[in-house]
């Protein structure tokens, strides 16, 4: 599979995205004759666990980055898009794209749209990748210090009305 991700992306994600895509090519080929005495119902159930997890996994992928250059989140879609077209092969079960496909596309939105993509998405991610998020897209502290902090408002319980 050829996997194009510049050096910028790190070679963690290269080396996750290998290890479960490997993972699924074996469930692939072993689950089949495992999975053979399960109702169809419950095999798409088991792909559609694997399939969330690698999504979490590539969010995790994409949030350990150093640094995203203009040419890095259009590589991290792609790679995420043949990850796709590989699993389409594999099963009828298609991931909700919505998580990984999200987190990609905020890189390259203005502040105020990244400000409502923030207030809508915020439960989807765990706070630390949304941290890592706007510390790779926001490169100074400069930037980066007041989006952290509307992050934090959202991630704070908001006080009930009395």
Known sequence: MNIMLSTSIG???????????????????NLRVLLSFLKPTAVQEVWKLLLEEANVV????????????ESGWPRMKLDYEEFL???????DV?????????????FILG??????????????YPPQRLEKLIQLKYTSSKQSKPMLKYLQSLLSPQPLPS
């Open 11 to 29: 070679v963690y994600l290269v080396l996750m995205h290998a290890r479960f895509f490997c993972l699924l090519l074996t469930l692939r080929l």
């Open 111 to 124: 502040d105020d749209a990244f400000r409502e993509w923030l207030k809508t998405s915020f439960k989807m």
């Open 58 to 69: 590539f969010v995790e992928g994409f949030s350990l980055a150093k640094k995203v250059t």
């Open 85 to 91: 077209g590989q699993v389409a092969t594999m099963t």
């Open 94 to 106: 298609r991931p909700t794209k919505d998580v990984v496909l999200g987190y990609t596309t905020a």
